[in-house]
C-alpha cells in the first residue's frame, strides 16, 4: 500500500520561508510523478508544482519564482521549497503521487502551512 507522509507546515510570517517534505513508502519512488497541491478555505484545490522522475519540474504561475520542488530518489522523498512567502500562500499543502503507468493517485494527509503576522 502506497503511503505519503508530509511534513514541515506550520506559522510563518509573511516573508519567511518553509521547506515542505513528503517522503513516499509501499511503492518504487521512481514510478510516479510527484507534485505539491493545495487548498485555501473556501477555494478548490489547485496544482503547484509537479517533478518527474529524472528531475524535470513545473512550478505554476501563482508560485513561480518563489517555490522550488525537488525529489530526492534516494529517500524517496519530495520536498517544496517556498519562500518570500504570501499570507495568500496560507493553505492545506497535499502531496500527491501520479503513477505514471496507470491513472492511480495517492494522496498525503495534508500539512496545514498558515502565513501571518
Known amino acids: 500500500q502506497v503511503q505519503l507522509v508530509e511534513s514541515g507546515g506550520g506559522l510563518v510570517q509573511p516573508g519567511g520561508s518553509l521547506r515542505l517534505s513528503c517522503k513516499v513508502s509501499g511503492s518504487t519512488f521512481s514510478q510516479y510523478t510527484m507534485g505539491w497541491y493545495r487548498q485555501a478555505p473556501g477555494k478548490e484545490r489547485e496544482l503547484v508544482a509537479t517533478?518527474?522522475?529524472?528531475?524535470?519540474?513545473v512550478v505554476f504561475d501563482s508560485v513561480k519564482d518563489r517555490f522550488t520542488i525537488s525529489r530526492d530518489d534516494a529517500e524517496s522523498t519530495v520536498h517544496l521549497q517556498m519562500n518570500s512567502l504570501k499570507p495568500e500562500d496560507t493553505a492545506v499543502y497535499y502531496c500527491v503521487a501520479f503513477a505514471v503507468f496507470s491513472r492511480d493517485r495517492y494522496w498525503g494527509q495534508g500539512t496545514q502551512v498558515t502565513v501571518s503576522s
Open positions: 517533478v518527474r522522475n529524472g528531475g524535470i519540474t
